[in-house]
Each structure stands twice: as C-alpha cells, then as structure tokens.
C-alpha cells in the first residue's frame, strides 16, 4: 500500500472520529499526527515544528489578549452603546459588527486575528442581550474568512500582481489581470455573506453552545473591576494591538510578534494574572490546528493534492461548458482547503486553470480569481483555517454543528460565485 493511499485513510479516520466526539479533537488531531509520522507519511522533524508555527503563536497570543480587554469595564461599556443604539435589535447589532469587520478585513490579512479582534465586544453585546455566544459567533467568522482582502486595499491591492505573476510564470501573458478586477470578481461574494450573517445565520445557529465554551469569555465575569492603571492599560494595549497589525506593513514586524507582545503586556501590566492567561488559552484548540498544520503537509508531501489536480486537468477538456469548467475550479479547491492549507491548493490548481485555458486559448482571468476565492472562503472545518477553531471555541459548536450551518453558504457562495465570475470574465 504506498504512502497516498495510507495518508487518504488516515485523513478520513481523523475527519471521522472529529464528527464522531468521543475524544477531544486535539486528541484525535494528535492521535492522527503520530500516525502520519509512523507511516513515512510526513517526516518528524516537520511534523514537530508545527508546534512553533507562527499562525499557532499568533492565535494562542491572541485568546490572551482578548481575554485582557475581556477585563476591562471598556468591553461592556461598548457593547451597552452598541445595543442602546439598535434598541436590542439583534439584526442592528449585527448589521454594526460585519460593517466593521468589513472593514478591519481590508487592511488585516490574517481573519483569525480579525476575528480575535471583534469576538470579545460582540461576546459582550450578547451578555447584554441575553443572548448565548452560539447565536452568533459562527456569522461573524464566515465574516471574517469569506471578506478578507476583497477590496484593493492593503494586502488586497497586491493579488492582481500575485495573479500576474502565475500567469508570467506558466508562460501565458496573452491576458493581465487588473487591479480591480479580484474586487469586481469577489464584491458580490462579500455583500452576500454580510446579508447572510446580518439576517440568517443567527437564526440557523444553535440557540446554546453543543459544547463548553472556551476562550474569549462567555459567562458573565463575576471577578471585581480592576484598579485604574490596570484597566487603562487593558484598551490601550488591546488598541495598540489592533492599530499595530493594521500597519503591519510599516511598522516591519511580523503579525505573531505584535500578538505575541500584547500577550505579555497584558500580565506584565496587571491586567492579567499569569494563571488567568494560561486559563484563556484553550489549549486543545492549539492542538487541532498542529494537527491540521500536519494532516495539510501530509496531503501535500504524499502529493495528494496533486493527484487531485491530475485528474482534473485530465478531465477539464471534456466539460465543453463554461459555467461547467468555472464550478469544478471553484468546487475542488473548495474542498481541497477544508483539508489542506489554502497557499498550497492555490499553489496547485492556479498553474492547472492557467494551462487548462492556455490549451483552449481562452481567457483565464476568471477561473483563476475562482480558485483564490474558493481557497480564501474555507470555513467548513476547523482544518481550514484557523479563525474556525477560534470560532467553535467562542461559540461552543462542534464539527456537527459547524457543518449544518457551514452548508447552506457553501452552496450559496458557489451558485453567486461561479455564476457572477464566469459571467463578467467569460472564457
């Protein structure tokens, strides 16, 4: 049996044993880890190093600091504004929180630190609506993931130039890709997935949490005010922190180290306890996204995903429609980056769309603005991306009740998706 087919098998006991819930999935995510090392699937030291990989640091950093402005009388004074001002309309309230999220998504690449970012305040909003976490943390994540970059801004003004340089590498320069034109492609995607987490998705969602929550605080916090310095402390790091990944770009940093810092502030300044930060790590949480880190690189050295992307080329020619051709290449990678890190499929199925449309000399500006948009809206699983486990861990679902509500805009966001691309960049 070679090394693919042991990893597939592998791959399907892990996302099995994930929906069964007898064990914790960060057990299940190191059971499956061990696994992949002893059969030659993906090498130790590799698998090792996932422990220190920096998106892991970046998201354990900031449950941290979440949780020290959690502390703070600012969290629940805002949400108290925030609420006064929709009259205890939940619909209002989140109308307010996806436009900001929105916003905040065009100059922070990462979703998981955006999402850490404005979990804690609308957290408190439903503390002040009576309302439990479950009802909404899943709407503000497919915010979140399914908006990040759209418009060209920050790191969105870069991915005409990125699509470029696929096309200049495979040799097809016959077509340039604009610098509107990923916003032209991805703009009804965004409006469709803020009207849905605005209106529906808090409706669909769980009306308590599946499973314990953990993390960014769920139950009212019983522990007295802190001091004044302490408390000023609290927003102004947690500001600092937002303002900093914001300009990340200027300021030279890297995005884990500004995480990592306001960690550390927040229990060097007395806004937390050392105790109380390890307590706001879910740390079985840290251990699902080593696992997934894992379970993507084992996909990736067996060459599934190329495997995959083989057969895919080999069938494309065959589909003759369009609308057809545009569905597969949104679909597969779709699916793919459930599983396996968004970077790689992209890496794998964007060459594939450039040389499918080279053979037919049609335009590929289309197909391949569908595959990034298929990879950049993973949120089916928590080995998507990590702003999913955040999510589960904030909202207290578990992989049942992240598929049931993750389902309805999948399929949606590719109906809207192939439909609208295919149709304003045709082949």
């Keep these: 049996m070679n090394k693919l087919v042991i990893c597939l ?72 504004s925030v609420n ?26 990462s979703s998981m630190v955006v999402f850490g970012i ?34 060209p801004l920050g790191s969105g003004a870069t991915q005409f130039a990125e699509l470029n340089g696929y096309l200049e ?13 990923p916003m032209k492609a991805r703009m009804p995607m965004l409006l469709l997935v803020s009207l849905y ?4 998705a808090p409706r669909l969602a769980p009306d308590q949490p599946v499973v314990a929550t953990a993390g960014i605080q769920a139950k009212e916090d019983s522990r007295k005010a802190l001091p004044p310095f302490q408390e000023k402390a609290g927003y102004i790091i947690f500001l600092l922190v937002t ?19 306001g960690a550390v502030l927040m229990v060097v300044s007395g806004v937390l306890s050392e105790q109380e930060a390890v307590e706001s790590i879910p740390w079985w949480m840290g251990f699902l996204f080593v696992g997934s880190l894992t379970m993507g690189g084992a996909l990736t050295q067996t060459g599934a995903g190329e495997a995959v992307g083989n057969v895919l080329a080999n069938a494309i020619g065959s589909l003759g429609n ?11 990678p779709f699916l793919l980056t459930q599983v396996m890190m968004n970077r790689s499929v992209m890496t794998i199925f964007i ?41 589960m861990a904030a909202g207290g679902y578990n992989l049942n009740s992240l598929m049931k509500q993750s389902l309805l805009p999948a399929v949606a966001l590719c109906i809207v998706s192939v439909g609208w691309v295919m149709t304003v960049f045709p082949l």
């Design 9 to 80: 098998i592998i791959c399907a006991f892990t996302i099995a044993s994930y929906a069964w819930g007898k064990w914790k999935m960060g057990t299940t995510a190191m059971f499956s880890m061990v696994a992949f090392v002893v059969t030659g699937c993906i090498d130790a030291g590799t698998a090792v190093g996932n422990f220190a990989n920096t998106n892991a640091v970046m998201m354990l950093s900031m449950f941290v600091v979440a949780a020290g402005f959690n502390r703070t009388q600012f969290v629940k004074k805002c949400a108290a």
């Design 84 to 109: 006064r001002i929709a009259q205890g309309s939940l619909v209002m309230v989140m109308a307010g929180y996806v436009l900001i999220t929105v916003i905040l998504c065009q100059f922070i690449q």
């Design 118 to 151: 404005m979990s804690p305040m609308l957290a408190a909003s439903c503390r002040e609506l009576k309302l439990q976490p479950s009802r909404v943390m899943f709407a503000l994540m497919i915010v979140c993931i399914s908006t990040i970059s759209v418009m």
């Design 169 to 181: 590498a495979n040799a097809y320069t016959d077509y340039v890709v604009d610098l509107m034109d």
């Design 197 to 200: 987490a605005i209106f529906a």
């Design 243 to 261: 303002l900093g990944l914001i300009f990340q770009k200027g300021t030279g940093l890297p995005i884990w180290v500004i995480c990592l810092a």
């Design 322 to 332: 369009p609308y057809l051709m545009g569905l597969v290449f949104f679909l597969v």
């Design 351 to 391: 060459p594939i769309a450039i040389l499918a449309c080279k053979s037919m000399g049609a335009n590929p500006v289309g197909v391949m603005i569908l595959v990034q948009s298929a990879c950049l809206s993973s949120f089916m699983t928590p080995m998507a991306t990590p702003a999913v486990p955040m999510c």
